[in-house]
């Protein structure tokens, strides 16, 4: 039986954040709409002794041919290493047999690809089709992904970025520019970003809410992907309270590991809250925006869906690239 | 980054059910038992359209230098295809850093390696040392390599089998008359066996228990390793209960999965039951077997403890003998 072995070199060339991507997501969140994923939930291994994490995701989805178990690790003293912090894999294995048809070592680039490509998909589906300008909250790697996979679904003219180190606001700005080919300018103030964007994107790993509930105005759409922990909290739980519309990835982590948890804790929001999924909106049994002044706000945690749609995608490129190495195992 | 790539081929090779592998189990139980592990829940994802189902393990332990994800998967429909249902991978990540050091393709073979292991080391832990017989429940695959490991650490002079089907039963005998040396018989009946042996070993997939509380007798050990699952049951609950020690590898685990559920459901044990874990005993903290007529019972559900302590032996020993194949990734 032959696994093919891809390295993330290939991966990253085989597999680019465009709009196939975008579809990928697509299938996985339609399929967890449809009721055709089944998803247990997140494995989380914490290892305290090494300031350390390990979460383990997967999901089988009727339709697709292969189920993936996905491992993101987070060892957060590798930086004094000149290691990074975060790293991964995909074992895709066969959704007919289970035998192990491929191991993805992309060392998390999938994981961070499948991320902001449910960032563009949330504003595919949620956001104003005329909005131009989109505003980001935090410089690091997902605030440049998040952004150029928004760009391949709305037509942005201008970016907007804040973040708490102003240096690396700024160093965002100078490349992005370049990247994206559109401005793209720092604000001082998460505030003033909020005010001014039609689309905001949050990618910030804080454990204290950050954008206001009266910094958000009519028309506007929100993606918060920051938060995946029970310890983080992007958005004011009044902030959540003023959306018109609340939609998650998957109601039962955002609860756990999202922005429902605090909101709810506040007691902004009823318990169950009024929210649905992304994946019952875009299979029709729910309703997203409604006007062009409704207020969406769309929460991501990470979903095992996306890791198979995002995985089985990878290997029908490598099968039909005949890249990576087979093994005879 | 390298990683090293093993096969199943290559595994077998390196790895074989010797004492190594024993006491490789022991390290993971004494962790346990010392609080030098991390080891979070079993994720089961059950694929009922597929008739499949994927158990993923792992554990973080201190002293060791990597940490195994390990993927069990069974697929009940593969025998009609012509291959077995049971598979199953290891990723072997450095503990320190989170990356990937190798991925051991090996089938599910370092999981059968590793049960095996345990419930030699249950009767090395617990059984008598002049111990001279041991009776099978069972004729797979663990049936075999629970007595050839079980060989090892007590000085058997007879083995007898039961099994469902005669003509296993017979084959078995045969086979393992051959393997180990030592007369292989079979009996009758599940009672005959238990009847008989100093110790006895439970390697079915039974949803009804089968063995009996008054086929127990002084002197006898008892190893339960079929029940994994919340259906499952080999013991009665009686025979629970008439055991002078009940021994667990994990409690929790043994709560939800194993013999201990059935037997408090019946009311014959308490909630909490009077159990302790192996490893408890193993560093010290708990006793075992304290005289000659002790009755022990080990229930064993397999714990990523194991898994994390077979991964690192078997990769300590590729890098020995410089196996499998470097990618660099």
Redesign the interface.
Known sequence: ?N?R?L??RELRHLVPLDLAAIDAAERAFRALGEGRA?Q???????????N?E?D?K???I?GIPQ?A?K?S???FD?PA?G?PSL?G?M?V?S??????EA?L?D?GYLTDLRTAAAGALAARTLARTDARSAGVLGTGLQARLQIEALKRVRPLEKVLVWGRRADAAQAYAAEMTQCLGIPVETRDSAAAVVREADIVVTTTPSREPIVQADWLHAGQHVTAMGSDAPYKNEIAPAALARATRIVCDRIAQSLTLGELRPAIAAGCLSSPPPTVELGAILCGNATGRTSDRDITLCDLTGTGAQDTAIAAHALALANAAGLG?E???
């Open positions: 039986m696994v072995i390295t993330e089944i247990p939930p997140v494995l989380a291994l914490e290892i305290a002794p090494r350390a390990v383990i997967t999901a089988y009727d189920l178990i491992a690790s987070g060892f590798n290493r290691l790293s894999f074992a294995l959704a007919e047999t289970g035998r192990v191991v070592l060392n190495q093994i005879d195992a």
